[in-house]
């Protein structure tokens, strides 16, 4: 199903036609979730594919045999996208493991009574747009997008593919949310503390690993490891598809890099909008990477809580 210009407008959000259809998006909110369900909840480039990775390998006690022989997509298929069905019912994998970009006022009330487990993983928003623009980049089956300018307006105003990252994290964060089995971990965590937000999962996922265990589920879920890893950094998918000479999908991962990108004039306007969405929100970001000689007293300055 290539469909690679068409957009499907799903509620007021646009997806895209490759991976969409209406039927796939109705059957999404719909789905009978499993006591069992291990739920992965993003909005776009904001570390999905990492907490697929960490997921698999606590399921497998750091055990990298499925990471290394099964893509990503179909051991971790997307609730929303056309063959999503297919590939669940071809599954026996226990528990079984979701991932999805919907946001909450679509999909929260498929999970209500449920045990389910959702894992919602947020990232600091300005890098965010950077990873999404260059992303559009390379994906012919999302809208060609011409200067950065136009790319950073079209976010704030919650106008591209998967709809506003605003609404997308407040909904999914609220406390009227009222989701019992919810774990909030940020990319920002997993690079200052990868063994320590590995424990967290496994822990939540009531899945406790020994020492060695998550020592191996370090190594196989380390940036570099992932990037070299083609289950993983979608080099599979053909070339009419993601153009790979056009970017990597595994591009840097570091935080603080929109500091590259962003003008100073940007970056005010982003701010602007940023506070005036925010207000009241109790959410913390950070925004740069850490230095190494800081301490972990010191980690807490350099968090924006707004």
């Not at 969405?277 to 740069?288: A, I, N, R, S, Y």
């Amino acid at each position: 199903m290539a469909r690679l210009d068409v957009t499907e407008v799903f509620h007021g959000i646009s997806f895209p036609g490759h991976l969409h259809t209406q039927e796939s998006l109705e059957h999404a909110l719909k789905f009978q979730f499993q006591d069992t369900d291990i739920l992965i909840v993003s909005y776009p480039k904001s570390g999905t594919t990492w907490i697929q990775e960490i997921v698999t390998l606590i399921s497998n006690r750091g055990d990298s045999h499925l990471s290394q022989t099964v893509p990503n997509w179909t051991r971790a298929p997307w609730l929303e996208q056309y063959y999503f069905t297919a590939v669940l019912e071809a599954s026996s994998t226990t528990p079984r493991l979701i991932t999805t970009h919907l946001p909450h006022h679509l999909l929260g009330p498929a999970l209500q009574g449920t045990k389910a487990k959702v894992i919602y993983v947020s990232r600091n928003p300005k890098d965010v747009v950077v990873s999404y623009y260059h992303f559009h980049k390379m994906a012919n089956f999302l809208p060609k997008v011409d200067t950065f300018a136009e790319f950073l307006k079209g976010f704030l105003e919650g106008t591209l593919h998967f709809g506003s990252w605003f609404d997308h994290i407040k909904g999914w964060t609220s406390p009227t949310a009222a989701i019992d089995n919810l774990l909030h971990i940020t990319y920002e965590e997993m690079s200052l503390d990868l063994p320590g937000s590995i424990k967290r999962m496994s822990s939540f996922l009531q899945c406790p690993l020994v020492e060695d265990e998550v020592i191996n589920c370090v190594k196989h879920c380390s940036f570099s490891s992932m990037r070299d890893n083609k289950m993983i950094n979608y080099t599979l998918v053909s070339e009419d598809i993601m153009d790979h000479s056009k970017g990597s999908f595994m591009r840097k991962g570091e935080v603080g890099d929109w500091k590259h990108t962003f003008t100073e004039e940007q970056n005010q306007y982003f701010e602007s909008i940023f506070t005036s969405k925010m207000q009241g929100c109790t959410l913390e970001f950070v925004w740069e990477k850490q230095e190494e000689e800081e301490t972990k007293e010191e980690i807490p300055q350099q968090k924006t809580k707004v």
